[in-house]
Every structure is written in structure tokens, then in C-alpha cells.
């Protein structure tokens, strides 16, 4: 059984913020990327209790967030962009995807520092269903016929992964405090403070119901693989963006749209055109 672990840091037990913890510059930086690696090592021991043989971890965080030493020593690491960026090196000699330390998509009520890609983006949809960064790369798996096993992170981003995958074993580790109430028209800058609070469990408990949730997700995949559904859209795809304000990308256009007639994922490696 050979899986695929994508990370994020936003949805790590104890990362409390954006600015303070999870760009290079953030004076816990180096605090939030333990965090998440002990979080990847306890999904990780999930899956081979059970059943998994084989596991690639990916580095989701845009400038990469895994501690290199203290990962399972058991995994590859796929860190930076692949040519082409999507699937992330991906292919369909895996039998399963995984999520942990993710964050639900840009707009969801109660989730913990929502975003898409970046706070510039107010929304992204694929063929009209609004995707965050889970659901991009999930329609990619699903065109390998991959199927979404895991998800772990906060609590609105395992929502968004039962709604877009039924089946999938979610566990959540912190729960958002803010609701979306007057920030539809709000900056990149004001949306990017403004989904900050939530109630976090301690790591120690967040990793111990990481690995319960992963052992099963695996034991699932091997025993009962149709249990896992995938949202499906048809072709021909088109993946449109809608940006906020930014104070500091004032050039951004209000919308970006990339197609394919074919293929998902090469719409999502396609270039992207002002109409
Ligand atoms: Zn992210």
C-alpha cells in the first residue's frame, strides 16, 4: 500500500497565526514547522500500523514547513515545485492521499486562518464548485483515480473534506472562533488578521488522534477501498479566481480563469487568462 502525506502548516495544533508563525520570517517559524513534523510523524505511524508500505510526504507550505531531521526516517520527502507543479508528483501508482496540518478554503465560517493559496484570493471554483487548496489538489487525485483517505486539521477544514470526499476519515485538532460576518469585501491584509482565534487541543492529544485516525483510514483502504467517494465534475474544466483588494498587490486583476477541455490537472497547470 503506497500513500501520499500532503502537509500544510495552518492547521497544525499550536499555530496560532500567519504573521508571527508561519512565514520564513516568523519568530516561531522554527516552533511551528516541530509542531507539524511531529504531527506528520504521528500520521505516518497511522498508516503503516495500517497497512501502508511505501509513503511520500509532500511539503505543502509554500516555502516549506517539515523539519528534514526530525522526520520518520521511513518516508520520501518531496519538497519544492515539480515540473509540472500539479500533481504534485502524484501518479497513479498510489493507492491513497492523506491531508494533515491543512486549513478549510477562503470564506468558511469557523474556520482558523482560512485562505486559498494566498489572502489575495477570495475564491476559487472549479466548474462552479467553490475548491480550496484541498479541493484543487483532491480533483487532481481523483482524475488518477486516487482516493482521499485522511484529512486532518482544523476542524472546518475536515467539513470541507467529508463534503468534497464522503468517506474520508477526518480528525480535527483546533476549532476557529471567528465567523465570516462583514469580511466579504474586506482587503487581502484585513482578511488575513481577521480569522485568528480558535481552541487548540494540546499537540500530545492532537498526534495521539492523528495516528487513531490514520491506522484507520488505512485499515479502511485496505479492506473496504469503495467506501471512499469523490466529488466528480465533468468536462470540459475551468477553474476561475477571484481576488480581494490588496494594499500590497494593488495590480492584481479581479478575476483569472484557466481551462482545459480534458483534463483537470492540466487546467490546473494551464496559464492563466484575464477572460
Ligand atoms: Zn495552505
Known amino acids: ?40 510523524n504521528a500520521v505516518i505511524e497511522g498508516f503503516f500500523a495500517g497497512g501502508a508500505t511505501e509513503i511520500r510526504v509532500v511539503d505543502g507550505h509554500g516555502p516549506g514547513a517539515l523539519d528534514p531531521e526530525l522526520l520518520d526516517e521511513r518516508v520520501e520527502l518531496q519538497r519544492g515545485a515539480a515540473t509540472p507543479v500539479w500533481p504534485f508528483t502524484l501518479d497513479d501508482s498510489f493507492d491513497g492521499i ?6 478549510a478554503m477562503s470564506r468558511t465560517p469557523y474556520s482558523h486562518i482560512s485562505h486559498t493559496g494566498t489572502f ?16 484543487e489538489f483532491a480533483l487532481c487525485a481523483a482524475e488518477l483515480k486516487v482516493p482521499v483517505i485522511f484529512a486532518g486539521g482544523e476542524e472546518a477544514f475536515t467539513r470541507e473534506a467529508e463534503n468534497f470526499a464522503p468517506g474520508v476519515v477526518t480528525v480535527s485538532v483546533k476549532r476557529g472562533c471567528n465567523s465570516e460576518e462583514g469580511l466579504d469585501d474586506v482587503s487581502s491584509e484585513v482578511y488575513s488578521r481577521s480569522k485568528l482565534s480558535a481552541i487548540h487541543l494540546s499537540p500530545a492529544l492532537a498526534r495521539k488522534k492523528l495516528f487513531e485516525g490514520a491506522r484507520k483510514a ?3 483502504l485496505a479492506s473496504a477501498p469503495e467506501s471512499f467517494k469523490m466529488t466528480a465534475i465533468e468536462t470540459p474544466f475551468e477553474i476561475i479566481t477571484r481576488f480581494r483588494k490588496s494594499e500590497k498587490n494593488p495590480q492584481l486583476p479581479g478575476v483569472l480563469y484557466r481551462r482545459h477541455e480534458t483534463s483537470f490537472i492540466a487546467a490546473m497547470n494551464a496559464p492563466s487568462t484575464l477572460e
Open 98 to 103: 492523506g491531508w494533515v496540518g491543512q486549513h
Open 218 to 220: 488505512a485499515e479502511k
Open 120 to 135: 489575495d484570493v477570495f475564491e476559487a471554483t472549479a466548474n462552479g464548485i467553490p475548491v480550496g487548496e484541498f479541493g
Open 1 to 40: 500500500m503506497k500513500l501520499m502525506l500532503v502537509t500544510d502548516l495552518e492547521g497544525v495544533a499550536g499555530v496560532l497565526d500567519f504573521a508571527n508563525w508561519c512565514s520564513i520570517d516568523s519568530r516561531y517559524y522554527d516552533k511551528a514547522k516541530k509542531l507539524l513534523t511531529l504531527e506528520t
